[in-house]
């Protein structure tokens, strides 16, 4: 079950996603403060990075670049109402715009984190495959 780390200084969008994204597929920690969700990035590894844009502190993509740094196969996702254009070049698999369905949100994250995380599997099988290929030449010889 992937494991989310979800960010939004509004406290109650926070009760709110967790409430539905734990209904289902997901393992949910839901913080306002994007300093404390720092802090617990840098303790507990997560899957996903579900934030919010425009924040005290830390703005989103701020967020994602310093979580990066802790946790590089993090598949880190904006939710936020801000414009598209917004996060053109930026570090991230995919925007969810506000106000979203919240009876789709689950799929919209599961359709994101699947796109992530098959060219990296892809990646990871390849070089085990050419390891046990190498491994697999040097006893035949």
Not at 54 to 74: A, D
Not at 87 to 100: D, L, T
Request: aromatic letters at 8%; hydrophobic letters at 40%; glycine letters at 4%.
């Amino acid at each position: 079950m992937p494991k989310i780390l979800y960010v939004d200084d509004d406290v109650e969008m926070c009760h709110l996603m967790k409430s539905t994204l734990n209904h289902g597929q997901f393992q949910v920690v839901a913080l306002s403060d994007p300093r404390q969700a720092l802090d617990v990035g840098s303790q507990e590894s997560f899957d996903i990075l579900l934030t919010d844009y425009n924040m005290p502190w830390l703005n989103g993509l701020e967020l994602i670049e310093l979580l990066l740094e802790k946790q590089p196969r993090i598949c880190p996702m904006i939710f936020s109402g801000a414009p598209p254009s917004t996060f053109i070049g930026a570090q991230v698999a995919g925007v969810i715009r506000k106000p979203a369905d919240l009876d789709k949100i689950q799929e919209q994250v599961l359709q994101i984190y699947r796109s992530f995380v098959s060219p990296h599997t892809q990646q990871r099988l390849r070089t085990l495959t050419d390891r046990i290929n190498a491994w697999c030449d040097t006893v035949g010889e």
